[in-house]
């Protein structure tokens, strides 16, 4: 598979993987990787100087808070301005604001408090113009492979930006993972600026456009019933999974069945293993033929979340080691078939949205993510002081599974095909 896939690379334009498309990633991979680097060095940093658990909760949310606030007004500038001009000038800003940090020395706790909120207002209409961008830099037939591509790059830099967060923090402290992120930013706008990308630009010249502009992306978005299902159905599957393997299943892990680090660690890394060979699958082998399996990944996980049901029930007694062992390969296949599923849902939303709408319907998309995860999070951090974990995974998994029976012939059919 992976033999077929370097073939295919190598083929470039057989994959629609053309110039443009891979300046695009390249840098956007530059970035993350910084980015990621910073994001293990700060907290670590701030629990250093502070000893506080609330005041690195404060820097979360100074990150999460300003994007879903201004995801909307973000989709619009995307969609009214030179996305490559927005995407090419934020990453030299963001840039251009780190190594003043390290410049002028703005390290003190407030200080890099409001760098957060900067670099998160800035990475708000980054993303949005982004979002908007890509899709338009390869052929429709090709957005399977290109998603699938991009997905795994990210599974790369979550895996490896992290390792390196500590190795820098280690050896260079803060400043260090700081100088390397800016970097990474202006390296980052370098090969964005060799894109080559035609935008017809409408500025904005009153605030009522922008009210107005929101409100043409949620009509559009409300007189489409194959949108409004495939978002409506992307919401429900991560408002019922996503907390359950975010705060549910590292809770079984580290407090029920005491597992440590190393092992976390492992299992953490198992289902990214099986993310990125779940990508390289729709690559080498799949290709658009993934978003007719998208039903069938999604059951498969949900057999998952039920196996692991039973799996820490009393109904079995099994030793720490025989477990993990059987978590890692879960992990794994969990991630492949994530990957199944999360390609096909966010192609069929690009193919079925306009370029000229598109960043602000994927920002009110994003604005509803940020409502409503966070609230899923809440009820299941609340319920496991009440309700035994194995009932959780099991309620999450049933949920799960009387949902697509409940669906209309009609919109399974719009589902499976676009």
């Known amino acids: 598979m992976i033999i077929e896939l370097a073939n295919r690379i190598n083929a470039g334009e057989n994959m629609g993987l053309n110039r443009n498309f891979w300046l695009f990633e390249v840098g956007r991979f530059v970035s993350q990787l910084g980015w990621a680097v910073q994001d293990v060095a700060l907290p670590l940093y701030v629990l250093d100087q502070t000893k506080s658990g609330s005041i690195m909760s404060l820097f979360i949310i100074a990150e999460i808070l300003p994007?879903?606030?201004?995801?909307?007004?973000?989709?619009?500038?995307?969609?009214?301005?030179?996305r490559k001009n927005l995407m090419v000038w934020l990453d030299i800003a963001r840039g251009v604001l780190l190594f003043a940090v390290i410049a002028f020395d703005l390290l003190s706790i407030g200080e890099l408090l409001v760098v957060q909120v900067a670099t998160s207002i800035m990475g708000t209409f980054f993303g949005?113009?982004?979002?908007?961008?890509?899709?338009?830099?390869?052929?429709?037939?090709e957005l399977t492979i290109a998603n699938s591509l991009l997905q795994s790059f990210d599974v790369i830099a979550r895996i490896v930006g992290p390792a390196l967060g500590g190795i820098i923090y280690a050896f260079g402290g803060v400043k260090l993972a700081i100088l390397i992120n800016a970097v990474s930013f202006f390296g980052s706008g370098?090969?964005?600026?060799?894109?080559?990308?035609?935008?017809?630009?409408?500025?904005?010249?009153?605030?009522?456009?922008?009210?107005?502009?929101?409100?043409?992306?949620?009509?559009?978005?409300?007189?489409?019933?194959?949108?409004?299902?495939?978002?409506?159905?992307?919401?429900?599957?991560?408002?019922?999974?996503?907390?359950?393997?975010?705060?549910?299943?590292?809770?079984?892990?580290?407090?029920?069945?005491?597992?440590?680090?190393?092992?976390?660690?492992?299992?953490?890394?198992?289902?990214?293993?099986?993310?990125?060979?779940?990508?390289?699958?729709?690559?080498?082998?799949?290709?658009?033929?993934?978003?007719?399996?998208?039903?069938?990944?999604?059951?498969?996980?949900?057999?998952?979340?039920?196996?692991?049901?039973?799996?820490i029930s009393p109904l079995l007694s099994m030793s720490a080691f025989t477990l993990f062992v059987i978590f890692m390969g879960l992990n794994a296949v969990d991630g492949f078939f994530n990957a199944l599923v999360n390609?096909?849902?966010?192609?069929?939303?690009?193919?079925?949205?306009?370029?000229?709408?598109?960043?602000?319907?994927?920002?009110?998309?994003?604005?509803?993510?940020?409502?409503?995860?966070?609230?899923?999070?809440?009820?299941?951090?609340?319920?496991?002081?009440?309700?035994?974990?194995?009932?959780?995974?099991?309620?999450?998994?049933f949920l799960g599974l009387l949902l697509p029976p409940t669906t209309t012939s009609a919109t399974a059919a719009s589902l499976r095909g676009t």
């Open 343 to 397: 390609v096909p849902i966010v192609t069929k939303l690009q193919r079925a949205i306009p370029s000229e709408l598109r960043g602000r319907i994927f920002s009110v998309f994003d604005l509803t993510m940020g409502m409503t995860i966070p609230l899923s999070m809440a009820l299941v951090g609340s319920a496991l002081d009440y309700v035994p974990t194995w009932a959780l995974f099991a309620v999450s998994g």
């Open 67 to 82: 994007r879903a606030l201004l995801s909307p007004i973000a989709g619009v500038i995307g969609d009214r301005y030179n």
């Open 190 to 311: 370098l090969f964005e600026v060799l894109i080559h990308y035609e935008w017809t630009s409408r500025k904005i010249e009153s605030p009522g456009e922008v009210i107005g502009d929101i409100k043409e992306g949620i009509a559009f978005l409300r007189s489409s019933k194959y949108l409004a299902v495939i978002l409506s159905y992307a919401l429900f599957i991560n408002f019922l999974f996503n907390p359950v393997f975010a705060v549910a299943l590292p809770y079984v892990y580290r407090v029920e069945l005491a597992f440590s680090s190393q092992w976390f660690g492992f299992l953490q890394t198992a289902f990214m293993a099986g993310m990125l060979l779940g990508n390289v699958a729709i690559m080498a082998r799949l290709g658009s033929r993934a978003e007719s399996m998208l039903f069938r990944a999604l059951f498969v996980q949900l057999g998952t979340v039920l196996m692991l049901a039973i799996l």
């Open 128 to 141: 949005a113009a982004t979002e908007a961008m890509y899709p338009d830099l390869v052929k429709e037939e």
